[in-house]
């Protein structure tokens, strides 16, 4: 009987063994998957989910958090620092912010029954933005302290109206998924905007702070009423 050449232990050729094939790497693989995304993804699809309500209800939520961010978190600061108010007295005026927000909640169905869902939205935050103008640019605490319950109260209102009308926006079974991208794009531009507001607070004060605020409030009103207002608070396909 022939018997074939002798190999020697390290010869990877020999006889029973192997030679294991190479493995992809992390960032090799995530290139992989992106290129058969792309490859997958149409132009058409591209541009059917770029004119979806989902994606413009996204970039409301995107404009809105990024505007919060940029004076929410420095309110209270921006109360005792800059127009002298105690740590108490914007305590009380906190809270009465939050009690007149709850009323003015209970209110905003009813309003929504009126006057259409995206209509009782639109207009409630679009009265919200004089009231913060005139809170962050005049210095006055008294006059600020008695606008500031009815700005919180008139923005959060239509939070619960606008959380529902997003959901109708989408397939039940995405609703899970939808209602996460848009805690995301709200939560996201905050941070973001947060961190930089500091540094033009420490750096110019707080008036640019106000206006940018008014500006993402402004456009992310304009995007809403733009894309459904027209439609008597119905979603478009």
Request: glycine share 10%; net charge positive; with cysteine.
């Amino acid at each position: 009987m022939e018997r074939g050449p002798l190999r020697s232990p390290s010869d990877p050729k020999r006889v029973g063994v192997t030679t294991p094939a190479p493995t992809m790497t992390t960032i090799e693989r995530t290139r992989a998957d992106w290129h058969n995304f792309r490859s997958n993804i149409t132009s058409a699809q591209l541009k059917a989910l770029m004119s979806s309500p989902f994606f413009f209800l996204m970039l409301v939520y995107l404009l809105t958090g990024l505007g919060a961010g940029l004076f929410i978190p420095y309110f209270s600061i921006f109360f005792v620092h800059s127009l002298k108010a105690s740590s108490a007295v914007f305590g009380l005026i906190d809270g009465g912010a939050n009690g007149l927000t709850a009323l003015t909640t209970l209110a905003a169905p009813w309003l929504a029954a009126r006057i259409g869902r995206v209509n009782a939205i639109a207009l409630t935050r679009l009265l919200s933005i004089p009231l913060l103008l005139i809170i962050g640019l005049t210095g006055i605490l008294p006059l600020a302290a008695l606008l500031y319950p009815f700005r919180q109260g008139v923005m959060d209102m239509s939070n619960g109206v606008l959380q529902v009308y997003s959901m109708e926006a989408v397939s039940e079974k995405f609703r899970g998924l939808a209602n996460s991208s848009y805690q995301a794009a709200y939560q996201v531009p905050w941070a973001i905007s947060a961190s930089l507001s500091g540094l033009v607070i420490l750096h110019i004060g707080y008036a640019p702070i106000f206006l940018l605020a008014a500006l993402c409030y402004v456009l992310a009103i304009m995007v809403l009423w733009g894309r459904f207002g027209r439609a008597g608070g119905n979603i478009r396909g």
